[in-house]
């Protein structure tokens, strides 16, 4: 086996396919505790605009989740995503872009100082990565 194979086998090691799987079942599951905490236990606390953050770092986090169970499917199942590939690094995209976006979000929601902001678009570009990198990936085959 020649060095590059190796180097790429390792990284594959370094990420199994099932952490698509787990972390996206675990931030589609809080995607959903989210929502419904928003709708039902902070309509009343919140102002519309704040509400409408809350409902979109929700909503954002369900895309990222559905985007990790999706990329750990395919990896587990080698269709198109596996092997020597961008998946390892699209799924880590995904999951911090989708931490920290939603994450800031939330918090903003809920009464950070504004300034927290600032890192919102940090976790944007982590999610586009995230989804580019799987889109190449894919392309790839």
Do not use: Q
């Not at 990420?15 to 709708?39: E, K």
């Not at 809350?54 to 990790?68: P, S």
Request: proline share 4%; net charge positive.
């Amino acid at each position: 086996m020649n060095e590059t194979a190796k180097r790429g086998s390792a990284r594959e090691t370094a990420t199994p396919p099932r952490l698509g799987l787990v972390a996206g079942g675990i931030l589609g599951a809080l995607a959903v505790a989210a929502g419904a905490f928003g709708a039902h236990g902070l309509r009343e606390r919140l102002t519309p605009d704040a509400l409408a953050l809350w409902e979109t770092a929700a909503r954002y986090l369900m895309y990222a989740g559905l985007a990790l169970v999706g990329v750990g499917a395919a990896r587990r199942g080698h269709g198109g995503v596996g092997g020597r590939s961008s998946a390892p690094r699209a799924e880590t995209a995904l999951l911090v872009g989708a931490v920290v976006f939603s994450g800031t979000l939330f918090a903003l929601a809920l009464g950070a100082p504004r300034w927290f902001g600032a890192v919102t678009p940090l976790g944007g570009v982590g999610l586009i990565a995230g989804f580019v990198l799987l889109a190449w990936t894919a392309w790839r085959g």
